[in-house]
């Protein structure tokens, strides 16, 4: 975010913002209410939570269930990666890819953005990891790739034409290439049915129980991450049973 809006300034030859550097371990993570640092100890994930009795150290205010509930469905999806696939390259691929998924997820959540220095990196991951076929030949991983990106954007410029508006944005044609280049062209139908029924089902729940606007973006990047979640899990069971279901296997 802050990158894209350094570029848009000077693009527009506005004056650029200075802002501090910024990176995973800069600067050091800080209470959102009072500006504390949080020393290392206060930031062990779920303990530290638990120790701290659901509070800031400094000034007591209440922290975010969010945080500790992340980080718990994290180390959760890790041990069930670590355990389905092994300690192998396969289990610290499906690691990464898992912990990429729940990123995406909140960003795009909190932002309705899913960034390219999130996205373009996991599907680079995805086209070098099946270069030794870890999830699908590398043929399929590019097939995948290149079909993954051209749906979506067929579909985003298909809904643009018919009725003169953008029904998601690029980072979506971006992410379903990524999962094209982890599991191959075959996964992705799947993919794309499992997140569509999942993004139908709770929008309109949402919008029943008056929790969402209707005509207010949904963001489509958490219903993809599913889906790919499911898909990394289980995609070959899926095909192939649906493969047999309708007696193409």
Partial sequence: ?????????????????KQEKLSLAFPASSCPSCGATIKPWQNIPVI????????????KILI????????????????????????????????????????LTFIDLDHHLLPDNMTLPLLWIGLLLNTQSVFTDPLSAIYGAVAGYLVLWSVYH?????????GMGYGDFKLLAA???????????????????????????????????????IPFGPYLAVAGVIA??????INHWYLALTGMA
Avoid at 1 to 17: A, G, N
Avoid at 179 to 203: E, H, K, N, Y
């Fill in 1 to 17: 975010m802050r990158q894209w809006r350094q570029e848009c300034q000077q693009h527009l030859e506005l004056p650029v913002e």
């Fill in 48 to 59: 530290s939570y638990l120790l701290l009795g659901g509070k800031c150290a400094s000034c």
């Fill in 64 to 103: 975010p269930l969010r945080y500790p509930a992340v980080e718990l469905l994290t180390g959760l999806l890790t041990a069930l990666a670590l355990w389905q696939f092994g300690p192998t390259l396969q289990g610290a691929a499906a690691v990464l890819f898992l912990w990429f998924m729940v990123a």
């Fill in 158 to 166: 298909l809904f643009r034409l018919l009725t003169g508006k953008e």
């Fill in 179 to 217: 999962f094209g280049a982890w599991f191959g062209w075959q996964l992705l139908p799947q993919i794309i049915i499992v997140s569509s029924l999942a993004g139908a089902v709770i929008g309109i729940t949402l919008i029943l129980v008056r929790r969402h606007e209707q005509g207010k973006p």
């Fill in 232 to 237: 990394l899990f289980f995609g070959p069971q």
